[in-house]
Structure formats: structure tokens, C-alpha cells
């Protein structure tokens, strides 16, 4: 959220991404999130106007996924937008009976997934400011949000996420899928860690968390040496704060009290293979091969001899992920019903087995 309560400029920019990328003729690479595409108009594009993708919504598609900025951004939606589709699926198949969006923005699964989630609770969470933005946008363009929607304002400087959950009729006995895309590189680490360590405490055992996270190497090269929507961030208020110290995923987890799981290091050849290949094979992001390797070698030869170091460092050591936390059996506790909403309890009340 920006001090002049306009929504969270970055979560129209992802969104949008995602919007043009639903316009691709090819359905085998082709966004899912056709959604997206009715809830962002000109007034949303105004907003985000620094970015190239801005403009890509007026131009012929095939012309507009040439521009490496628009097309890459485009590409990283994608694979985002399809590896947590298919993760939240199989989630709720596997008895996750209530769904948690964290910093949810524009995430438009409630209305993808009517029938998927028809008996599955789901908790949008976000600054004000940014929900009530969304909230407009959907009455506009979609009629409203879906009857098992419940919108949760939070400000994460004062109030904590168990309270706001609570409030909203969360219920910790329950399995859930919590989702946190594109918000952990925006929370300074104390906060990140408080929200894991209320997740693990206060949730079902079997719940999980989908994060998207950056390691702390990777994020210091981008803060260095910002381009693309990472200097946009910036500009707009909402730089890069938080990464995972480098080799120390598992551990930094488990402090927290959660267990990583399946894990997807984002432009790895895994990734690839799921989630960006044409239905004939090659790989989506062929026709800009050479411009993007000349884009890394001009951005090395800018750097000084440090700076080439801590790339290389990084490279080497630091991953974009996109990883499965989770909440582990704790056969020692037992859950006692006691929330309620008036007496700021987070969620219910555990004690210790005798």
C-alpha cells in the first residue's frame, strides 16, 4: 500500500502480467488467469504507466512478446501462476478444507476455481487500501466476489495475522492452504518470521504454505544493481527487503517451526519443463535466447570486479523459489476451541497433553 492510499502499484504490475499473458494464442504456454484480463483496464495500466507492460495491451501480441520486459515478465507469471494452480489443487484434493492468500492483491483463484473450492473457505488478506481497490474492481467487472470470500483487512504494523484470521471466522482445526506469492521479498525479516511462526503454531498439522521467496545473496545483487520491475519496485515505495540466507532454507524453516517440501527453483530447467514448453517441444522464451544472454553479459560488464563477484556468488548459491512449507504433527499438543472474536485470542488455544 502507498502512503497516498493508492493500491500496491506492484500487485496491478503482476496481475497485468498475467492479463497479457492470457491473450497468448498458444494455448499450451498460455496463462491461465484469463480473469486478470477483465479486472485490468486503463485505469489500472495508468497506474503502473513505468512499466513497459503498460503498454503491451495495445499493441499486436506477437509484436509486444519481443520486448524482452514485457515477454519476460509475462514468462515468470506463468510458471508462478501454474506451479501454485496445480499445488493448490492438489491441496485441496488432499482435504484442505480452507484457503489463506496472504498479501493477496489481485489473485483471482476464487472466481478460477468455483467449483474446485466450493466448499473451501477462502481468506483474502491484504493491506486496505489494496483490497477495497480489488473489492471495486471485481463488483465492476465480474459482479462481486464469490459467496465463500472473506475479505480480511489487516495492518501488519499493529495487528497480527492470527487476530485477523480469527476475527474472520478462521478455524485452526481445519487443514489449510496457505498461499504467499510475490509478498515475502516485500517483509522486512522480523515480520517474515513472526507470520511462519504463527503459521506453524496456530494451523492444523498437514496445513501447508506455498512461499515464494528469494535467497539473501540474489537479493542483494538486485538491490545493488536494480532493473526491470525490480527498480520499479523501488521507485514506487516497495523495495526488496527480505531473502532466505543463502544454503540455510531448511534450517530457517524448521526454526520457524515448519518443514520444507516440495521445492521449484523458478528458471530452472525444471521449471521450464513443467511450465513454460510449446506444445511442439521447444521451450517458450526461444525467440529471445541471444537477447536475453546479451542483457547478462552487458549487465556483468557494468559491474566492477566486486559486483561480478557477488553475482557470480549468488548464481552459485542463491535461488527465486517457489517451495511447499509444512505444518508438521505434533503429537504432544492438543487443540482446545477458543476463538473468538472478541477476545483476541489467535485462533484457538493449545495445551499440553499430560
Known amino acids: 500500500m502507498e502512503p497516498n492510499g493508492f493500491p500496491s502499484r506492484t500487485s496491478i504490475l503482476t496481475a497485468a502480467a498475467r492479463a497479457f499473458g492470457s491473450r497468448e494464442p498458444d494455448a499450451s504456454v498460455r496463462n491461465p488467469d484469463w480473469v486478470a484480463d477483465r479486472l485490468i483496464g486503463p485505469d489500472e495500466l495508468a497506474l503502473i504507466a513505468d512499466h513497459p507492460i503498460s503498454k503491451a495491451f495495445d499493441r499486436d501480441f506477437q509484436e509486444a512478446i519481443h520486448d524482452p520486459d514485457v515477454f519476460g515478465f509475462a514468462w ?29 492483491g489481485f489473485d483471482t483463484r476464487a472466481h478460477r476455481f468455483t467449483e474446485l473450492l466450493k466448499d473451501v473457505t477462502v481468506f483474502e488478506i491484504d493491506y486496505d487500501a489494496t483490497q477495497e481497490y480489488k473489492k471495486q474492481r471485481e463488483e465492476a467487472a465480474l459482479g462481486g466476489a464469490p459467496a465463500n470470500v472473506a475479505y480480511c483487512a489487516i495492518d501488519f504494523a ?20 496457505y498461499i504467499c506469492e510475490g509478498v515475502s521479498m516485500y517483509v522486512p525479516e522480523e515480520g517474515m518470521k513472526e507470520t511462519l ?35 520499479n519496485a523501488i521507485d514506487w515505495g ?117
Not at 530447467?269 to 546479451?294: C, I
Request: hydrophobic share 40%.
Open 76 to 104: 515468470l507469471m506463468l510458471v508462478r501462476t501454474r506451479c501454485i494452480d496445480e499445488l493448490m489443487e492438489r491441496a485441496v484434493h488432499n482435504g484442505a478444507t480452507q484457503l489463506v492468500i496472504l498479501g493477496a
Open 158 to 177: 499493529r495487528e497480527r495475522l492470527g487476530e485477523v484470521l480469527c476475527r474472520a471466522g478462521f478455524e485452526s482445526h481445519r487443514k489449510t492452504y
Open 197 to 231: 511462526r504463527a503459521i506453524a503454531a496456530e494451523s492444523a498439522p498437514g496445513s501447508v504454505l506455498l512461499l515464494e521467496y528469494l535467497n539473501r545473496g540474489g537479493l542483494e545483487v538486485l538491490r545493488k544493481y536494480p532493473t526491470g520491475m525490480i527498480k
Open 238 to 354: 516497495e523495495p526488496f527487503v527480505f531473502g532466505v540466507p543463502d544454503g540455510e532454507d531448511r534450517e530457517f524453516f524448521r526454526e520457524a517451526g515448519l518443514e520444507l517440501g516440495e521445492t521449484l527453483k523458478i528458471g530452472s530447467p525444471e521449471s521450464v519443463k513443467r511450465y513454460a514448453m510449446r506444445q511442439d517441444g521447444s521451450y517458450y522464451g526461444a525467440h529471445l535466447e541471444k537477447v536475453f544472454q546479451q542483457r547478462r553479459e552487458a549487465a556483468l560488464k557494468a559491474m566492477d570486479d566486486a559486483g561480478r563477484q557477488q553475482a557470480a556468488q549468488a548464481a552459485a548459491t542463491s535461488g527465486y523459489c517457489l517451495a511447499e512449507l509444512i505444518v508438521p504433527e505434533r503429537p504432544s499438543w492438543k487443540v482446545i476451541p477458543a476463538c473468538r472474536a472478541d477476545d483476541g485470542l489467535l485462533f484457538h488455544n493449545r495445551t499440553r497433553e499430560e
